[in-house]
C-alpha cells in the first residue's frame, strides 16, 4: 500500500525531517515485485537502515522502505562456512550472531550502522577489515526486467567505500541479500589497525579470540562516536584521502605527528578527522548541526537541524581542509 506525505525522521539515523511525497513497505521480494510491477517507469528511492544518507529535501519519487529478514548457512565443511544474510538484516546483529557460532571475518566491523544490503554497495570497513575481504556475492534484483541478478564479489568492482552500484550499475538494482565466507577455526585476527591493539591490553587479553577482537572494536567505537538513537548521526561522514606520495611527504614534513597509512609505493591514507581536528572543527556547532567533540569524522544533528544546514557545514570543513592541506575530502554518506 502506498502511503503519502510520510514523514522520514524515523528512518533515517540522521533524524532529518522531510517528507516522503509517497511511501511504501516492502516484507518480501514478491512484494517487492508486486510494488514495482504496479508503479512503472518510475525512479524509486530505496530505504534501508537509513544510515548512510544525509536527507536535505523532501523526496518526490517513491519510497520504497524494504524489510527483507533472514540468514541461513548455505555451505561449510570443517574450516569454512558460507553464510546468506538478507538485505534489511541489522549488520551489528548479524556480526554478533556469526560470532555467537565462532565463524570468524566479521568482528572488526562490529557495531557499524546499517543493514546487510547496504555493504556491498559501500564495501563498508573498519580498523583493517573491509567487507571484500569476506563477501563472496550479493543477490540484486534488476529494476528494470525484475530478474534477480548474482554479482560475485569481482563483478562488484569493490574499492575504497566504493563498489559497482556506486558507479555505473547505480539506481538499477536493489540489494536483496549478501553471502559471506567466513572462518570456523584457524581464524585470521587483525589487531594491528587503529587502538585494538591498546584496547585489548586494557582488556587484560594477551591471546584474543575473534570475540574479544569484537569487544575491543566496540568498546572503542563506543567511546568516540555517538549513539543515533541519542544523538543523530551518520557514523564517518567523510573518506579519509588518499594522497600521493609527494603531498604526503611534504605535509609530513610541516605537521610530523601527522598519521598515516601506507597504501603502495605511489599512495598514503591519511586520517579525515586529524584533519578536520587540525583546522579545529572538532566540538564546532552551528546551530544544531555540529562536529562531534570525540570524533572529528562525524557530523552530528543536536535536535532539530535541518539537512541543509549539515550539508553546508559538510562543505565549509571540506573548502577549509583544501585549502590549507591540498586534499579534498570526498563525502562517505550519500547526500540526497
Known sequence: ??????????????????QANRFAQ?????????LIQTTPDQTYFILSGGSNMLLTQDIENLVIKLNL?????????????????????VWHDFVQWTLAR?????????????????TPIQNIGAYGVEIKDTMVRCKALNIKT?????????????????????????????????????????HVLHTNYGAITKELETMGVTTPTIQDIS????????????????????GSFFKNPVVSNELFERLQAKYPTLPFYP???????????????????KGYRIGDAGVHDKQALVLVNYGKAQGIELKKLSETIQNEVFNIFNIHLEAEVNIF
Request: a negative charge.
Open 215 to 234: 569487544h575491543a572494536v566496540i568498546a572503542i567505537r563506543s567511546s568516540k562516536l555517538p549513539n543515533p538513537t541519542e544523538l543523530g548521526n551518520s
Open 263 to 281: 597504501v603502495n609505493d605511489a599512495y598514503t591514507k591519511i586520517p579525515a578527522g586529524w584533519l578536520i581536528e587540525t583546522i579545529g572543527y
Open 69 to 89: 529478514k533472514g540468514i541461513e548457512i548455505v555451505a561449510e565443511n570443517d574450516d569454512y562456512v558460507v553464510v546468506e544474510a538478507s538485505a534489511s538484516e
Open 26 to 34: 516492502a516484507n518480501s521480494m514478491e512484494e517487492l515485485i508486486q
Open 146 to 186: 525484475l530478474e534477480i541478478e548474482e554479482f560475485t564479489n569481482a563483478a562488484c568492482q569493490f574499492d575504497y567505500r566504493e563498489s559497482i552500484f556506486k558507479k555505473e550499475a547505480k539506481d538499477q538494482y536493489i540489494i536483496l541479500s549478501a553471502t559471506y565466507k567466513l572462518t570456523k577455526r584457524n
Open 102 to 118: 565462532d565463524f570468524g571475518g566479521l568482528e572488526n566491523l562490529s557495531l557499524i550502522p546499517g543493514h546487510v544490503g547496504t
Open 1 to 18: 500500500m502506498i502511503q503519502e506525505n510520510i514523514s522520514l525522521k524515523p528512518y533515517n539515523t540522521f533524524g532529518i525531517d522531510v
